[in-house]
């Protein structure tokens, strides 16, 4: 029973946990892709505001107050009237070709959204798209795969720390639960004890009532008294033995559940109370479902019918 106890208290504990983790990771990284995302549309936004270079901003400012100086990043812009590259500028990045810059222009030109990212030769291009005439549009790129590099590095570390966190605190958890349940375990053997040693103590003066309940019988023969002395001998007698029973039943450490008829265990039981009742004047009728099953072990499902 402290065994599974045990095993539910380490599940638990290490779900909880497992929570906590994929909450902070989830929070960590939702906010670090929100950064992401705000730099990016703040520098395309001055690409755009300077018609594809940064004039004369020789720093950007990050959300986190650090400085990057704008020859750092790699861009380049297009000018399109109907489709038609009107003018370009590549000069601030080696990994694209003027056909290249050209075909992507058109191709984010003609989509819906002014702002996006595309992926192209394993590098993420970051575009925005304005208007800056009646027949001409703008289109900036920014070489973006050291952002989304590096959010993706985070998420992968933060996955890896959080893994190693998680066995670490299992480990601990195992280690600890054995110390958390004492209490349980030590206040349940003083329950059983107390129980058994409860039951020994009565069975002697029950025992010595009956006995002399017996003698007097004898003596005077049975009356109304000595029958409701022994009516109650032996029902603290049969109450001690449920206790005792009771307390066994659930120290058994492994039981092995079968299909049990449970109708005709209810009934066996039942049939026990008959006599008494009978005896008192008193009918008795069962009124049981037939064929109820159920997975129990019969034995104690047949001493826990009685005592209920």
């Known amino acids: 029973m402290f065994r599974r106890l ?3 208290f380490i599940m638990i504990t290490s779900l909880a946990i497992l929570f906590i983790l994929i909450f902070t990771v989830g929070i960590i990284n939702t906010v670090r892709s929100f950064q992401t995302e705000q730099e990016i549309s703040k520098v395309l936004n001055i690409l755009t505001e300077n018609n594809g270079s940064f004039g004369k901003i020789k720093k950007i400012e990050t959300n986190q107050g650090r400085e990057i100086p704008s020859d750092s990043f790699r861009f380049f812009s297009l000018t399109l009237s109907d489709d038609k590259v009107v003018s370009q500028d590549t000069s601030h990045t080696f990994l694209i070709n003027d056909e290249e810059a050209a075909r992507y222009a058109l191709t984010v030109s003609r989509l819906t959204n002014n702002l996006g990212t595309i992926r192209e030769k394993n590098i993420n291009l970051s575009y925005q798209v304005s208007k800056v005439s009646r027949d001409k549009i703008l289109v900036v790129f920014l070489d973006t795969s050291s952002y989304y590099n590096s959010s993706q590095a985070l998420f992968s570390l933060s996955i890896l720390l959080s893994l ?7 480990i601990i958890v195992s280690a600890l639960s054995g110390i958390v349940i004492r209490p349980f375990i030590r206040n349940y053997e003083k329950q059983r004890r107390f129980i058994t040693n409860a039951g020994h103590e009565l069975k002697t003066p029950l025992a010595i009532i009956s006995a002399n309940t017996e003698l007097q019988e004898l003596m005077t023969g049975e009356n109304e008294w000595t029958k409701s002395t022994n009516d109650q001998v032996a029902r603290l007698t049969n109450l001690v033995n449920s206790l005792v029973a009771l307390s066994r039943l659930e120290e058994q450490p492994d039981m092995v559940l079968q299909d049990v008829d449970f109708s005709y265990i209810i009934e066996d039981a039942a049939e026990d109370f ?3 009742v009978v005896r008192d004047g008193k009918s008795f009728v069962m009124d049981i479902a037939p064929d109820i099953h159920v ?4 034995k104690s499902l047949f001493e826990l019918v009685t005592l209920l």
């Open 164 to 170: 190693f966190a998680f066995i670490f605190f299992v």
């Open 295 to 298: 997975k129990a072990e019969e």
């Open 274 to 276: 008959k006599g008494p």
């Open 6 to 8: 045990r095993l539910q």
